[in-house]
């Protein structure tokens, strides 16, 4: 099924960087992993853009989103980088908060009660993680650094037969940061994963199944 016609207004009107055939794939990915019965995770909440299409999902089938992030935004969205945006800047401690915007956003559409929004850096909070996943959908910070972490950390916790998915995924240097791509790679090379689908920069990735 598609998003409903509020989801995908707010998704439009949500402050990110998925473009829309990017977000319906995460979207139709998440209806797959959802018949697992398991909660799916984000890694990379920013403002709620793609929180929104797998609150979406969660409403329909029962289960719930977690949404992880420090809120204080990736390495390109601090001040003189490209991705910088002043109206996201806590004016009383100078930094960067995207929290405020991201529950408005949900707000807004009606989703607030499918998402657990885990405020807190993702290494940390997969360390204590013990309930598994029917989907992990990695894009947080994208230096080699915390994509590691990200893979490293949450891709243990998801089921078999659960969905990893993997967003800015360059094979090409000239198009973006290798630190996705090298994951990707490292997932597919492991021999746990195997591909599902490719959306222009979006992987979708199954784990095998547990063998009897």
């Known amino acids: 099924m598609s998003p409903s016609p509020t989801t995908l207004a707010a998704f439009e009107e949500a402050k990110g960087f998925m473009p829309l055939d990017e977000g319906l794939a995460l979207h139709r990915a ?47 969205q601090q001040p003189g980088w490209e991705y910088h945006d002043t109206s996201l800047v806590d004016p009383e401690v100078g930094r960067m908060d995207t929290l405020p915007t991201f529950r408005r956003t949900l707000h807004g559409a009606g989703l607030e009660e499918h998402v657990v929004a885990v405020v807190g850096r993702s290494p940390q909070i997969a360390a204590l993680w013990r309930t598994p996943l029917g989907l992990v959908f990695i894009d947080g910070g994208h230096t080699d650094e915390h994509a590691t972490a990200d893979y490293e950390g949450w891709a243990p916790h998801l089921a078999p037969g659960g969905l990893l998915v993997i967003h800015d995924v360059f094979p090409d240097p000239a ?38």
């Open 30 to 76: 998440a209806e797959t992993a959802a018949a697992l019965g398991l909660p799916l995770l984000e890694v990379g909440t920013y403002c709620g853009r793609s929180t929104l299409l797998l609150a979406d999902v969660a409403r329909a089938a029962g289960t719930t989103v977690v949404t992880v992030d420090h809120h204080r935004g990736s390495e390109e």
């Open 175 to 212: 198009d973006g940061g290798q630190a996705p791509y090298r994951i990707y790679r490292r997932a597919l090379e492991s021999g746990e994963f195997g591909e599902v689908s490719v959306t222009r920069s979006l992987r979708v990735l199954r784990r095998a199944e547990a063998r009897r």
